[in-house]
Nanobody
Framework: QVQLVESGGGLVQAGESLRLSCAAS????????MGWFRQAPGKEREFVAT????????YYANSAKGRFTISRDNAKNTVYLQMNWLKLEDTAVYYC?????????????????WGQGTQVTVSS
């Protein structure tokens, strides 16, 4: 059974930082690319960042470049998202997911099963 448990969200002021974590289980973690996605109120879920199975390659949405860093610890089956210089428009529920083998790292969809997400709210 696939499980994705996101944590680390919260309420912060613009310019501050947060580190999100995602504990994954149910698949052979180091065989899959992983991604972070987000969904703001009234908007569709969108790609934020992805990382290759061994962590050698990372890819970012334009909105995340230069501010966010994705990383993974395969020994802990965990993927992280370090978010710096947060902006009001980063407010969203953040989700992680395994990437399907057919997924592009710059336009991924992820598998159909999602976790509960973690809320990030950035205030002015």
């Amino acid at each position: 059974q696939v499980q994705l448990v996101e944590s680390g969200g919260g309420l912060v002021q613009a310019g501050e930082s947060l580190r999100l974590s995602c504990a994954a289980s149910g698949r052979t973690f180091d065989s899959y690319g992983m991604g972070w996605f987000r969904q703001a109120p009234g908007k569709e879920r969108e790609f934020v960042a992805t990382i290759t199975p061994k962590g050698l390659g990372t890819y970012y949405a334009n909105s995340a470049k230069g501010r966010f860093t994705i990383s993974r610890d395969n020994a802990k089956n965990t993927v992280y998202l370090q978010m710096n210089w947060l902006k009001l428009e980063d407010t969203a529920v953040y989700y992680c997911n395994y990437l399907r083998p057919s997924d592009s790292y710059i336009n991924p969809q992820g598998f159909d099963s999602w976790g509960q997400g973690t809320q990030v709210t950035v205030s002015s």
